[in-house]
């Protein structure tokens, strides 16, 4: 099994930060490469690397609150994903390590309210919807 660091590592080693264009993608970055996306992909990927590339435990892990992506935001003020990971702290894009809230909260991180379990399936299942609808209001 992989660990936390080992995972948040090689994710940090080849990801790059790029904005959704059309609405919230939530992607999980499962190439090997370098990969690119926001704040939910990061954290996302992070789970996925960190429970051994498996969408059994990937899934799993969140229902058991293992790990609990929050929707805040960064200290400019920007929406933003950050995720706590229990026994570990909060870590996100930007910080790329474990951090204690205490520690977030005096960079300027704001949270708003836990994406739990079900709100996470309705951004997947809806993902093209909102894709379209983006699409629709440009």
């Not at 059994?56 to 992506?69: A, P």
């Not at 200290?75 to 933003?80: A, K, S, W």
Request: overall charge neutral; some cysteine.
């Amino acid at each position: 099994m992989t660990n936390l660091k080992e995972a948040q590592d090689d994710l940090n080693s080849r990801f790059t930060y790029k904005s959704d264009v059309a609405g919230e993608k939530w992607t999980i970055l499962t190439d090997d490469g370098d990969v690119s996306g926001d704040c939910e992909d990061y954290v996302m990927s992070l789970v996925w690397l960190a429970e051994d590339k498996s969408y059994v435990k990937f899934w799993w892990s969140f229902l058991t609150f293992k790990y609990v992506i929050w929707q805040g935001l960064t200290p400019g003020g920007q929406g933003h994903a950050l995720m706590w990971v229990r026994g570990q702290g909060w870590t996100d894009n930007i910080t790329k390590g474990p951090r204690t809230w205490r520690e977030m909260k005096m960079l300027g991180y704001k949270l708003w309210f836990p994406i739990i379990l079900p709100l996470m399936i309705a951004k997947f299942a809806f993902r093209p919807l909102f894709i379209l609808m983006h699409h629709i209001v440009k």
